[in-house]
Nanobody
Protein backbone atom coordinates (compact mmCIF):
# COMPACT_ATOMS: atom_id res chain seq x y z
CA UNK A 1 0.00 0.00 0.00
CA UNK A 2 0.92 3.63 -0.49
CA UNK A 3 -0.18 6.57 1.61
CA UNK A 4 -0.22 10.06 0.14
CA UNK A 5 -0.49 13.31 2.07
CA UNK A 6 -0.85 16.64 0.29
CA UNK A 7 0.05 19.99 1.75
CA UNK A 8 0.67 23.54 0.60
CA UNK A 9 -2.77 24.66 -0.45
CA UNK A 10 -4.28 27.94 0.67
CA UNK A 11 -5.63 31.32 -0.34
CA UNK A 12 -3.58 33.49 -2.67
CA UNK A 13 -4.22 36.55 -4.79
CA UNK A 14 -4.20 36.32 -8.56
CA UNK A 15 -0.66 36.41 -9.84
CA UNK A 16 0.69 34.75 -6.74
CA UNK A 17 2.37 31.40 -6.23
CA UNK A 18 1.90 28.26 -4.20
CA UNK A 19 3.81 25.01 -3.99
CA UNK A 20 1.91 21.83 -3.34
CA UNK A 21 3.65 18.82 -1.86
CA UNK A 22 2.64 15.18 -1.89
CA UNK A 23 4.51 13.02 0.59
CA UNK A 24 4.41 9.30 -0.13
CA UNK A 25 4.96 6.49 2.34
CA UNK A 26 4.56 2.75 2.27
CA UNK A 27 5.48 0.73 -0.82
CA UNK A 28 7.38 3.56 -2.50
CA UNK A 29 9.28 1.29 -4.89
CA UNK A 30 6.00 0.21 -6.46
CA UNK A 31 5.17 3.73 -7.65
CA UNK A 32 5.22 4.30 -11.39
CA UNK A 33 3.76 7.59 -12.63
CA UNK A 34 2.76 10.46 -10.38
CA UNK A 35 -0.08 12.85 -11.14
CA UNK A 36 -1.63 16.03 -9.91
CA UNK A 37 -5.36 16.42 -10.54
CA UNK A 38 -7.80 19.14 -9.65
CA UNK A 39 -11.52 19.49 -9.28
CA UNK A 40 -13.29 22.82 -9.30
CA UNK A 41 -16.83 23.20 -7.93
CA UNK A 42 -19.36 21.77 -10.36
CA UNK A 43 -16.70 20.46 -12.71
CA UNK A 44 -15.14 17.10 -13.45
CA UNK A 45 -11.77 16.16 -12.00
CA UNK A 46 -9.02 16.87 -14.52
CA UNK A 47 -5.38 15.94 -14.83
CA UNK A 48 -3.11 18.91 -14.23
CA UNK A 49 0.28 17.29 -14.62
CA UNK A 50 2.16 14.01 -14.74
CA UNK A 51 5.74 12.98 -14.10
CA UNK A 52 6.95 9.55 -15.17
CA UNK A 53 9.81 7.52 -13.67
CA UNK A 54 12.23 8.76 -16.33
CA UNK A 55 11.34 12.36 -15.51
CA UNK A 56 9.10 13.04 -18.47
CA UNK A 57 6.49 15.64 -17.63
CA UNK A 58 3.26 16.77 -19.21
CA UNK A 59 0.77 19.49 -18.40
CA UNK A 60 -2.81 20.54 -18.92
CA UNK A 61 -2.70 23.20 -21.61
CA UNK A 62 -4.33 25.74 -19.30
CA UNK A 63 -1.37 25.55 -16.87
CA UNK A 64 1.45 25.09 -19.36
CA UNK A 65 4.24 27.54 -18.62
CA UNK A 66 2.89 28.43 -15.18
CA UNK A 67 2.99 25.13 -13.28
CA UNK A 68 5.95 22.80 -12.79
CA UNK A 69 5.85 19.26 -11.49
CA UNK A 70 8.92 17.78 -9.85
CA UNK A 71 9.93 15.07 -7.45
CA UNK A 72 12.49 14.50 -4.74
CA UNK A 73 13.14 10.79 -4.55
CA UNK A 74 15.22 11.13 -1.40
CA UNK A 75 12.23 12.64 0.39
CA UNK A 76 9.62 10.45 -1.33
CA UNK A 77 7.80 13.62 -2.20
CA UNK A 78 6.59 15.21 -5.39
CA UNK A 79 5.60 18.79 -5.93
CA UNK A 80 3.54 21.14 -8.01
CA UNK A 81 4.94 24.64 -8.21
CA UNK A 82 2.14 26.96 -9.29
CA UNK A 83 3.03 30.46 -10.48
CA UNK A 84 0.98 33.26 -11.99
CA UNK A 85 -2.13 31.80 -10.42
CA UNK A 86 -5.51 32.75 -11.83
CA UNK A 87 -8.97 32.63 -10.24
CA UNK A 88 -9.83 29.77 -12.61
CA UNK A 89 -7.11 27.68 -10.93
CA UNK A 90 -9.29 27.55 -7.82
CA UNK A 91 -9.98 23.90 -7.05
CA UNK A 92 -9.21 21.03 -4.75
CA UNK A 93 -5.89 19.56 -5.87
CA UNK A 94 -5.20 15.86 -5.49
CA UNK A 95 -2.05 13.83 -5.89
CA UNK A 96 -2.34 10.39 -7.40
CA UNK A 97 0.12 7.60 -8.14
CA UNK A 98 -0.09 4.59 -10.38
CA UNK A 99 1.71 1.41 -9.42
CA UNK A 100 3.87 -0.79 -11.62
CA UNK A 101 1.77 -3.79 -10.62
CA UNK A 102 -1.50 -2.00 -11.30
CA UNK A 103 -3.73 -0.05 -9.02
CA UNK A 104 -3.55 3.50 -7.83
CA UNK A 105 -3.69 5.62 -4.70
CA UNK A 106 -5.03 9.09 -4.00
CA UNK A 107 -4.37 11.78 -1.47
CA UNK A 108 -7.28 13.45 0.29
CA UNK A 109 -6.81 16.74 -1.53
CA UNK A 110 -5.80 20.27 -0.65
CA UNK A 111 -7.83 23.39 -1.38
CA UNK A 112 -6.35 26.12 -3.55
CA UNK A 113 -8.29 29.37 -3.73
CA UNK A 114 -7.16 32.22 -5.96
CA UNK A 115 -8.84 35.56 -5.38
CA UNK A 116 -9.16 38.19 -8.08
Amino acid sequence: QVQLVESGGGLVQAGGSLRLSCAASGSIASINAMYWWRQAPGKKREIVSIITPDGTTNYLEAVQGRFTISRDSAKNTFYLQMNSLKPEDTAVYYCNVLLYVGGEYWGKGTQVTVSS
